[in-house]
Each structure stands twice: as structure tokens, then as C-alpha cells.
């Protein structure tokens, strides 16, 4: 149980051009999911925690109109990267947690832009 | 100073050894200690969650907390290849984990 899926796993883009990344609870209910930043050889940075139905919360420093987050199911959230730039280039990782303390963790997306 | 310090290794042990990774923090607000195993190009998978001081075990692995000295360990008995990963430790300060911050992890590689 606590499956949590990402699609795609990895993609490639031109610079300025928008990648949305899907995060999905397979077999619970996520009322809240978790989006991270993790470069190589550094630990996951959290981005934003997203409630179904409701506007994300972003960690301070991360840009609100540059990484769109959408959760609108309980099991679906969406990460929009718009305008990439290179330096956007990264593993994105997801997390859900239902109705236990835990959070459970996608395999992650690595994004290279062009 | 970054709130959660862990040594990154890289750290190599024969198989069958004891491994001891740890992790020290300096917000004394963090209650919650878990213990993550990242796979290259995977996303973390949960080994050991804990709260309190002490020691918990599951199978292999034990996790020891001690908040006195703000400083938390994992060890691995009976070392496996397969336990080749990257270990993460992670805190939070509420009891939803709410905002986990996590250590830099430990890369370790059992040698058979």
C-alpha cells in the first residue's frame, strides 16, 4: 500500500518552454502533497505543500507564478514548471499523506532544459 | 549553520558489517526523527519513523534518538548489498510533518 506515482519520470525541454509533472496516490487518499527541489548531491528542499482544493504554500524563495502547483483531487497534483531555464533543471520529487503522519514519496522527475 | 548536519561519506563497509549513520540538528523544536533510503534516480522510501528518545528497532535496523544532545543514528545489522543507497534523515517539528527538513543524506556502499 502507499503508492505514489510520478509521470513523467524524466524529460527534456527547450528553454522557455512550460513541463507539467504529475503526482499520484495509487491506493490512499491525499488530502496533502508535497512538491521538492533536490540537486545533485544536496538533500530535497521543499518547495511548496499543497492541500486538495485549496492554493499552494510556498516555501520562501521559490517562485508562486514560475511553479504552478494544482492539486485538484485527492489524488492528483500537478507541478507546472513555466519558461524553464536551464538552471530549473532538476529532480522533482513528490510526496502525499493521507490520513497517517507519513509521507509517502514518489520515484521523482528529472528535468533537463535545454 | 544548516539546521540538520550529516556527513555526506561516501562511506564503504564490508558485507556483514554493523553500519552506523547519524545525524545532529540544532532547532530544538524538531520532535519527529525519520529515517529515509533513496535509491539512485529513485525517490525516498521510509524506513524508520520515531518521536521519542531511545532506541527502536525493526528487523535490521534500529534507530536511536537522543534529544539531550540533539543527535540521532540509524544502524544496519548484518549489512547487505542491497543496503547500497543513500540514507536520508529528515525532523519535523508537528506531529503531520508538515515541513520536513532533511540532513544532505550518506551515501553508503556495502561491499560483498
Known amino acids: 500500500g502507499a503508492v505514489v506515482s510520478q509521470h513523467p519520470s524524466w524529460v527534456i525541454c527547450k528553454s522557455g518552454t512550460s513541463v507539467k509533472i504529475e503526482c499520484r496516490s495509487l491506493d490512499f487518499q491525499a488530502t496533502t502533497m508535497f512538491w521538492y527541489r533536490q540537486f545533485p548531491k544536496q538533500s530535497l528542499m521543499l518547495m511548496a505543500t499543497s492541500n486538495e482544493g485549496s492554493k499552494a504554500t510556498y516555501e520562501q524563495g521559490v517562485e508562486k507564478d514560475k511553479f504552478l502547483i494544482n492539486h485538484a483531487s485527492l489524488t492528483l497534483s500537478t507541478l507546472t514548471v513555466t519558461s524553464a531555464h536551464p538552471e530549473d533543471s532538476s529532480f522533482y520529487i513528490c510526496?502525499?499523506?493521507?490520513?497517517?503522519?507519513?509521507?509517502?514519496f514518489g520515484p521523482g522527475t528529472r528535468l533537463t532544459v535545454l | 549553520q544548516k539546521e540538520v548536519e550529516q556527513d555526506p561519506g561516501p562511506l564503504s563497509v564490508p558485507e556483514g558489517a554493523i553500519v552506523s549513520l547519524n545525524c545532529t540538528y540544532s532547532?530544538?523544536?524538531?520532535?519527529?526523527f525519520m529515517w529515509y533510503r533513496q535509491y539512485s534516480r529513485k525517490g525516498p522510501e521510509l524506513l524508520m519513523y520515531t518521536y521519542s528518545s531511545g532506541n527502536k528497532e525493526d528487523g535490521r535496523f534500529t534507530a536511536q534518538v537522543d534529544k539531550s544532545s540533539k543527535y540521532i543514528s540509524l544502524f544496519i545489522r548484518d549489512s547487505q548489498p542491497s543496503d547500497s543507497a543513500t540514507y536520508l534523515c529528515?525532523?519535523?517539528?508537528?506531529?503531520?510533518?508538515?515541513?520536513?527538513?532533511f540532513g544532505t543524506g550518506t551515501r553508503l556502499t556495502i561491499i560483498p
Open positions: 529528515a525532523m519535523s517539528a508537528s506531529p503531520g510533518n508538515e515541513k520536513l527538513t
Open positions: 510526496s502525499a499523506r493521507g490520513v497517517s503522519d507519513t509521507q509517502y
Open positions: 532547532n530544538s523544536a524538531f520532535q519527529y
